[in-house]
């Protein structure tokens, strides 16, 4: 079974700065990929990142990118020059081997500060 | 492209009540998915469909139906709603991108509680 954790149940960041979201997995599948969404408090579910399995380099899209450690199973999300507008809760997710299912962590509530 | 809708936005049932929630997308994508959110758990996968006709469970689909006649729907079915349904509800829908990447679009996501 595939499984997902975040152990940062929050963060705190100043404007600015750059934060890094921890995101570990197991899975037994050798073809997978990692997500990472965005859900502000208005509770929709942005789509920010995406890492395919077979990928050598990180992932980036803008602000974010994705720290991809393959032997680690981990792939943490680094957010740079942290605005306010990143305040939300962020999920990390995995995508079966087979196609369209996604497990998700349980989250981690980041808030950034003046 | 309206993307993935759903409706309605909040729904309040008694325990025992029946109700449909209703998905539709206008991407022609062949996967849609049911999750729910509860508070500290993350989303959990309720049922999904790789296209139409084709339908299985995912982790926690106790209590739900499914159905997929077209491409564009995929309403689920609460048969007996209970107070442990309480959640969000979110559909998703995805196509294959290439090789090796499936991008999920989520719907806007329905409050249901149940009392």
């Known amino acids: 079974a595939q499984k997902i954790t975040q152990t940062q149940p929050g963060m705190f960041v100043q404007e600015k700065e750059a934060v890094t979201l921890d995101c570990t997995y197991d899975t037994s599948d050798q073809s997978y990929g990692l997500f990472w969404y965005k859900q502000p408090s208005s509770g929709e579910m942005i789509f920010l990142i995406y890492?395919?399995?077979?990928?050598?380099q990180n992932a980036t899209e803008g602000r974010y990118s994705l720290n991809f450690q393959k032997a680690r199973k981990s792939a943490n999300l680094v957010i740079s020059a942290s605005q306010l507008g990143d305040s939300a809760m962020y999920f990390c997710?995995?995508?079966?081997?087979?196609?369209?299912?996604?497990?998700f962590g349980t989250g981690t509530q980041l808030k950034v500060e003046l | 492209n309206a993307g993935v809708t759903q409706t309605p936005k909040f729904q309040v049932l008694k325990t025992g009540q029946s109700m449909t929630l209703q998905c539709a997308q206008d991407m022609n994508h062949e996967y849609m998915s049911w999750y729910r959110q509860d508070p500290g758990m993350g989303l959990r996968l309720i049922h999904y469909s790789v296209g139409a006709g084709i339908t299985d469970q995912g982790e926690v689909p106790n209590g739900y139906n499914v159905s997929r006649s077209t491409t564009e729907d995929f309403p689920l079915r609460l048969l007996s709603a209970a107070p442990s349904q309480t959640s969000v509800y979110f559909c998703?829908?995805?196509?294959?991108?290439?090789?090796?990447?499936?991008?999920?679009?989520f719907g806007p996501g329905t409050r249901l509680t149940v009392t």
């Open positions: 998703a829908s995805s196509y294959r991108q290439g090789p090796d990447s499936y991008e999920q679009y």
């Open positions: 997710a995995m995508r079966d081997g087979g196609g369209n299912k996604l497990t």
């Open positions: 890492q395919g399995s077979y990928d050598e």
